[in-house]
């Protein structure tokens, strides 16, 4: 069974720095492109960040790029996602997801998320 | 940018009713993705590449389109169908969802 899960989420000042985690397993995670997707409170769903099998390549929206990191550690079958410079649109539900599929991207696992709240 | 934009924002139906949720997308797409959200819980992905049921998705859920136009269509909606579905592109970074379409049981 795939499980995704996620910690490191809290309270955070602004201009703070914030390193989140996602535990992986059931599945072969090296294989996977990985991604974190993030949910303002009430809000819709924003992409983050996807890294590839390797974590030579990244991608990011311009609203995080420069600010957010993205990595993983194969090893250890983790994904993380280093955010800098925080800001108060940055509090949201940050979701680690799998992302699958050949010419047209989607994500078939999704963990239950974990919460940033960027706040003096 | 390839903006998602899903009509109705809310919608209401009735149990047995057909319903259908669209999603246009600002520029051509080769696939769209959808997702159900029920309260409080992470999204699930539901139907993949235009037409494809995720696993354990009932039969009466089907998707359909091309190019720019996308829908989600119910054929007899239940209770547990009530939900925020969301429509999502991966043809091209930044990879983006439409703004989500809440369907409730009247």
């Known amino acids: 069974e795939v499980q995704l899960v996620e910690s490191g989420g809290g309270l955070v000042q602004p201009g703070r720095s914030l390193k989140l985690s996602c535990a992986a397993s059931g599945f072969t995670f090296s294989n996977y492109y990985m991604a974190w997707v993030r949910q303002a409170p009430k809000k819709g769903l924003e992409w983050v960040a996807t890294i590839s099998t390797s974590g030579s390549r990244t991608y990011y929206p311009d609203s995080v790029k420069g600010r957010f990191t993205i990595s993983r550690d194969n090893a250890k079958s983790s994904l993380y996602l280093q955010m800098n410079s925080l800001k108060s649109e940055d509090t949201a539900t940050y979701y680690c997801?799998?992302?699958?599929?050949?010419?047209?991207?989607?994500?078939?696992?999704w963990g239950p998320g974990t919460m940033v709240t960027v706040s003096s | 940018e390839i903006v998602l934009t899903q009509s109705p924002t809310t919608m209401a139906a009735s149990p047995g009713e057909k319903v259908t949720l669209t999603c246009r997308a600002s520029s051509s797409v080769s696939y769209m993705h959808w997702y159900q959200q029920r309260s409080g819980t992470s999204p699930k992905l539901w139907i993949y590449?235009?037409?494809k049921l995720a696993s354990g998705v009932p039969n009466r859920f089907s998707g359909s389109g091309s190019g720019t136009s996308y829908s989600l269509t119910i054929n007899s909606m239940e209770t547990e169908d009530a939900a925020t579905y969301y429509c999502?592109?991966?043809?091209?970074?930044?990879?983006?969802f439409g703004s989500g379409t809440k369907l409730e049981i009247k």
């Open positions: 999502q592109q991966g043809s091209s970074y930044p990879l983006t």
């Open positions: 590449e235009t037409s």
């Open positions: 997801a799998r992302r699958t599929g050949r010419s047209g991207w989607y994500f078939d696992f």
